[in-house]
């Protein structure tokens, strides 16, 4: 199961963070990651966190705003989102996945993932 919160409303320029918790057999997947979905849009891969070497991507165009971390005990994956913009209002919503992603092209394809959070609101406004 994955439990994603921390999501809300903020300022263009503000700051937030969102959290989600992996528990059950989840904590031993391959990888998590962060996705979001913006009304009307696909979803779109933010970054995600190879669980075993702790390696980290993101997509270019989060890169130096976002920041994904983990906790020590590998249970908890975080996204801190700085300078937000009104165009990153979306749901984002962390996977899990359970087999071996080997490209970056595997880390940013949403079916690569076997398990997802419900979701969590991020709105910014201007």
């Known amino acids: 199961q ?3 919160s921390g999501g809300g409303w903020v300022q263009a320029g503000g700051s937030l963070r969102v959290s989600c918790t992996a528990s059950g057999r989840i904590i031993s997947s391959y990888a998590m990651a962060w996705f979001r979905q913006a ?16 390696s980290i991507y993101y997509a270019d165009s989060m890169k130096g705003r976002f920041t ?52 969590t609101q991020v709105t910014v406004s201007s």
């Open 2 to 4: 994955l439990q994603a």
């Open 39 to 54: 009304p009307g849009k696909e979803r779109e891969f933010v970054g995600a966190v190879n669980w075993s070497s702790g």
């Open 68 to 119: 994904i971390s983990r906790d020590n005990a590998k249970t908890t994956l975080y996204l801190q989102m700085n300078s937000l913009k009104p165009e990153d209002t979306a749901v984002y919503y962390c996977a899990a996945g359970s087999s071996a992603l080997v490209f970056y092209t595997d880390y940013v394809t949403p079916h690569r993932y076997d398990y997802w959070g419900q979701g």
